[in-house]
Structure formats: structure tokens, C-alpha cells
T-cell receptor, first 115, second 110 residues
Framework: DTGVSQNPRHKITKRGQNVTFRCDPI?????LYWYRQTLGQGPEFLTY????????KSRLLSDRFSAERPKGSFSTLEIQRTEQGDSAMYLC?????????????FGPGTRLTVL | AQSVTQPDIHITVSEGASLELRCNYS??????LFWYVQSPGQGLQLLLK??????LVQGIKGFEAEFKRSQSSFNLRKPSVHWSDAAEYFC????????FGAGTTVTVRA
């Protein structure tokens, strides 16, 4: 078990382009979360999955954002028509069942820079 | 909604000195509270957590935190800081998702 992995680690793109990030959770973890962290702030919740079902999306997640978790394994987060305000660290976390006492294990994040 | 506040944006401490980071929570019932550490280029690592019971919680790397309901606080402490403790520290509260404070950056001077 190598923990939560995220790819790519860094992404630089031009405004208006589409980007996609991937998260591979710890195997057998049913719950998967996406958070966004901007400079000088703590991570903010974006969305989460229980197996393949997306159960909640934050208001931070505009229509340009979409997330999937096919087959309840890895997850992808796509941003369409990127804007400079999308520049941030995108963090993925997973937990075994999703209960509040379940530790969420975080990946190293994908740092997005939109030029 | 549950939330936490970290009043200190940046703290500088000498190596070997004690460290205390403040965290205040807002929640009517007993919250589930966490402290995470984030080093440059690293992911978030859980230091310790509080759910119920003993109000003094021991964590990894020599850290401890004390839950004080009367003060709505969950402050993190370390008796003697090492240079490797320089990092950003986040307090968080959970219902099903984590809600983080803005973080406190710790600088350790020799």
C-alpha cells in the first residue's frame, strides 16, 4: 500500500484550456474526497464520492468542474475553460468508510498554474 | 456549520523552545477535531485527533493537544521544537468532510 497518489504533481496551462487530474486512493477505501487549497489558506472541500456515487458538490465547484469515480476506484477531476482564479493546489484524500472517526489520508496534491 | 479559527498566521520559535498553536472551534455539541501538518512539497499528515474522553491527546512527533470546552479551544503544543518542525499547521473539524482553519506557519530559528 503506497498511499494516495495524484498525477500530475504540477500542471501549467493557459487560460481557456481544459485540464484533468487523477487521484488513486488507497485500495479498498470507499470514500474519496477532493479539496482545493489556495495560497495562504487551508484546504476547502470540493466534492466527495462513496464508491462510484458522487454524493455532494460544494458551491465552490462551478459548472466548469466535473469529477468522476468510475467503478469506485480512481477518480478524475476535470476543469474546463480554465481561469486564472483556478490556480491552486488540488488535494485528494481517501478514507475507509467515511465515518467521522475515519482518518482521511491525503495525497501530495496537484499544483495547477493558469497563465 | 462547524468551523475552526486559527488566530495566528505566523509564529517564529527558537529551536529547543516550546511551541503552542491556537485553534478555536465553533460547534454546539462535542466536535471531532484534528491537527494536520503540511511541510513544503508534502501532503497533509495527521498529527493527532480528538473525538471524546480524555481531553489531553497525544500525537506523533512529540505533539499533544488539549481540548477545552469552556474556551472552545483545541490548542497544539510541543515542549521542545526541532528545526524539522518548521511547517504549516492546520486545525480541522469534521462532520463528514473536513473544514480547515487558515493555518499557522511555524518558522524555527537556530
Amino acid at each position: 500500500d503506497t498511499g494516495v497518489s495524484q498525477n500530475p504533481r504540477h500542471k501549467i496551462t493557459k487560460r481557456g484550456q481544459n485540464v484533468t487530474f487523477r487521484c488513486d486512493p488507497i485500495s479498498e477505501h470507499n470514500r474519496l474526497y477532493w479539496y482545493r487549497q489556495t495560497l495562504g489558506q487551508g484546504p476547502e472541500f470540493l466534492t466527495y464520492f462513496q464508491n462510484e456515487a458522487q454524493l455532494e458538490k460544494s458551491r465552490l465547484l462551478s459548472d466548469r468542474f466535473s469529477a468522476e469515480r468510475p467503478k469506485g476506484s480512481f477518480s478524475t477531476l476535470e476543469i474546463q475553460r480554465t481561469e486564472q482564479g483556478d490556480s491552486a493546489m488540488y488535494l485528494c484524500a481517501s478514507s475507509l468508510t467515511g465515518g467521522p472517526r475515519d482518518e482521511q489520508f491525503f495525497g501530495p496534491g496537484t499544483r495547477l498554474t493558469v497563465l | 456549520a462547524q468551523s475552526v479559527t486559527q488566530p495566528d498566521i505566523h509564529i517564529t520559535v527558537s529551536e529547543g523552545a516550546s511551541l503552542e498553536l491556537r485553534c478555536n472551534y465553533s460547534y454546539g455539541a462535542t466536535p471531532y477535531l484534528f491537527w494536520y501538518v503540511q511541510s513544503p512539497g508534502q501532503g497533509l499528515q495527521l498529527l493527532l485527533k480528538y473525538f471524546s474522553g480524555d481531553t489531553l491527546v497525544q500525537g506523533i512527533k512529540g505533539f499533544e493537544a488539549e481540548f477545552k470546552r469552556s474556551q472552545s479551544s483545541f490548542n497544539l503544543r510541543k515542549p521542545s521544537v526541532h528545526w524539522s518542525d518548521a511547517a504549516e499547521y492546520f486545525c480541522a473539524v469534521i462532520d463528514y468532510k473536513l473544514s480547515f482553519g487558515a493555518g499557522t506557519t511555524v518558522t524555527v530559528r537556530a
